[in-house]
């Protein structure tokens, strides 16, 4: 049994080495149970364990270990959560970890279905999908758009695993690449830090509202912002199973970033995803000195503008001349908590004189996970949480970190969010841009 988490180990795809140490873990989880109600996975575990006659999670059979790998979605909310996490107690748990471990021992023994296989091949590829999204937006946008349940989501679902249940995120017309290179360029004047902004695929090609305003109130605020063309950060690969496929595309992209780390810019990242993986994944599956200074380099959006804000000699603009709504309800991401860097948007949010509600509930999307349509019943059923809670909100306004999260909360409560730079946009009274025709 080999206590691992790193990818490059000689037998972190052994089946035998896995199976072993996933029932050393589950052994510990048991005892525990502190993540019980946190997804389908735990409840599982627990539920096989305790209808056993013999004692153990030795006693599960290699199916049984599966039951509990397959609702796991990677919200990495346990690995927050657990007293015996890594570097907190001997028994050095990652459970989110050992399952991605888990995903790619099966992938790499083909005990993936190969439709699962086929989707992934297809649905992890964000850039090609999105570039050919954007071109034909409008035909895609009626495909996308159409009632959930009906016959042309039917037919989608067969065609492409993507649930027909779900409300899906529609595609722009015009890429956040290229506003950005069509802008009107200002002068900044006492410069307050330098970022290269990693778009990420949602803002690029499906969100680009999210990087229009993004740019103005870094700008505004002395903050000179390039634009990066590294592409997707590789997620949707990692999450399936794909490691091989992952490493390929991080490899890439820490190349791209470290070069502008050395040129003196930040690395900024607009959605909570796309930066854990380049502060917590780059480093362990490339492993590299540049994969390293891409990590140390990497911010949130907001966290990077709290930053220069608590930074001695500089601060932002707290002039909110725009429209400041009262009451702001804020949706706080699973994979901005587990960055463990504080709640640094609601804090931004707070600097409007806003009256802030949090909300910390899981959407249960999970990147791909949630949309496909095996999992539709329980990422509903997670989601269905969220939007009670967020319902429950009497707020103004509702924001969000995520844009997939953002989507579950207009998809269950008809409200529709926006980005924490969005509001603090319009709350310095920056207009809105119009999209093209």
Known sequence: MTVTYDPHHPDYLDEADVRLEMSRVFDVCSGCRRC????DSFPTLFGMLDANDKPGADQLTPAQQDRVVEPCFQCKLCAVNCPYGVGRNEAAIDFPRLMLRADAMRVETKQVPPRQRFITQIGA???LVGTLATRTAAASNRILGAEPGGLTRTVVEKATGVSRARLMPTFAKQRFSTWFKRRPRIRI???????ALFATCLVEYQEPAIGH???KVYERNGIEVA?????CC????????DRDGFVKVANRVTEILAAEVRRGNDIVVPQPTCGYVLKHDYPDYVGTVDAKLVAEHTFDACEYLMRVHRTEGSNLDTDFEGDVPTTITYHAPCHLRA?????????????????VTLVQQCSGMGAMWGLRAENAETSLGIAAKLGSRVAATTS?????DCHQANVVIAEQTGRVPSHPIQLVARAYGIAEEEPPA
């Not at 019980?36 to 997804?39: D, K, N």
């Not at 004047?189 to 970022?195: F, I, L, T, Y």
């Not at 103004?396 to 969000?400: I, R």
């Open 234 to 241: 590789g997620a949707p690969w990692l999450h399936s199973g």
């Open 36 to 39: 019980v109600s946190l997804c």
């Open 339 to 355: 960055q463990n860097v504080g709640l640094r948007s609601r804090d931004l949010l707070k600097l409007t004189g806003a009256n």
């Open 189 to 195: 004047g006492k410069r307050q830090g330098r970022v």
């Open 227 to 231: 634009l990066s063309d590294a592409g």
């Open 125 to 127: 590829r964000t850039d």
């Open 396 to 400: 103004e306004s509702v924001v969000g």
């Open 213 to 215: 305003d993004l740019v």
